[in-house]
């Protein structure tokens, strides 16, 4: 479990520096829309007292909020140009030394200049360990967890291993990033303007509210000056504050990666999922969440093995390539390939083997992929380069229309907080028509005693 970040740390991380004279404006910025709302709905001083309050609390917040937005835009789009870069240069250089230069030039003095020096550093000036371009490359993916960012390093580490022609896979590679680009981009501007309709709820639900005052007036009664509506006034302001600071956080980013979880806690859930017993209720209830939740991980792991077969098989038959394609594979990956190597070495020629591969996953494009190979090592197949690469690209918009859906349920998960201001609008309206059928009727009472 990761430990709660003190605010003031992630402010500092996002680049906010503290300044008491803008400190004191947003502070004081604060006071006068609450004032401003509470002289609107006549709040006395009491009431009145706690919204500001509750406004200037909240400050520090929103502007959590705000810097933690530009910080996600600026990561993402140093990620997205450099991922372009490295593509385009790594298919003219295949040395990823000569590609990272080429893509420093491109970034200014920032994060990801900083970052790729430290990581060229690292590769030049290492001389006692192993893996130095691997742990290099490892520093980039620590500040940009991307999974274009990982599975473009790990198929150029591969490709400078294994040789080969590479150029299809490099391509395949970019019209990933611009898939993944544009779904960002979408996404980003669907939340701006679900943030707009979100204002325009709440400011719509308290217009409604004063409407009543207003009709209060026209006949003199002072509905706003009763208890119950000044108390009534404040829970409904605190509340749509809430709300619209809970829409905030939540419409705020999404710049961010994914892929939490590290590839050795990939590979401990998948052997805790190996564990679940078939034989009863439970542990078939067990199996069958843990490969709902394993299964997004292992599609990325198996695009990744696939493009690192498409350049063994340059050189080598189906099953060389699957044996040497062990050592480099991911990790998550490692088990079921154990697996299969293991059928293939015990019934050479079997395609029970090549079945069996990942079959606990529904994953759509496995299944055929493997009965491609296995057609291959029967000499019956055609081009395994065109044949993978095609597969791939099917792949890839797949996973992307599924993530699309993804985003999609996720904004539909906020019509909830454009409907809660009509709630706590119906809420007041209803207390504050019942105060004024009570006044006016009181009022009326006493008229006619008279």
Known sequence: MKEKTKLSDELRRYGYVFS??????????????????????????????IVCGAGVAMVPLFIRNAYRNTYGQRKFSDANIYVEQFLYSFQKSGIILETLQDTMGLFESGEMKNTLT?????????????????????????AYPYDSVISMHRFAMETEQLGGDYHASVDLLLDHRRMWAERIYSMQQKKRRQRREIVLSILT???LCGAIYYMAGRVHLDVAAHPLAQAMTTVVMLLDLWIYYRADAKLTGGYEEQNAASEKEQLERYER??????????????????????????????????????????????????????DHAPKLLQPALLELIAGIKKEPGNLAAYQNFLSEFTLPEVRSSMKMLYSISTGSGGDATLQIADIIQRNQKLRNEYEVMEDK??????????LAPQVTGGMKLVVDMVLLLVMYLSSNQVMGGV
């Open 273 to 326: 999922m190996k564990k679940y017993s078939k034989h009863t209720l439970t542990g078939r209830w067990g199996r069958r969440i843990a490969i709902r939740k394993l299964a997004p991980s292992m599609e990325l792991a198996y695009l990744r093995w696939l493009m690192q077969i498409s350049l063994l098989l340059q050189t080598e038959n189906v099953e060389v390539a699957i044996f040497k394609s062990y």
């Open 409 to 418: 349920d996720a904004l539909a998960g906020m019509y909830a907080l454009f």
């Open 205 to 207: 639900s308290l217009l």
């Open 20 to 49: 008491v004279k803008r400190s004191f404006a947003l502070a004081a910025g604060a006071m006068l829309l609450m004032v401003v709302l509470g002289r609107f709905f006549a709040l006395s001083l009491l009431p009145q007292t």
């Open 118 to 142: 430290a990581a060229m550093d690292y590769i030049l000036n290492t001389y006692n360990e192993t893996d130095i371009t691997r742990k290099g490359l490892a520093l980039i993916e620590e």
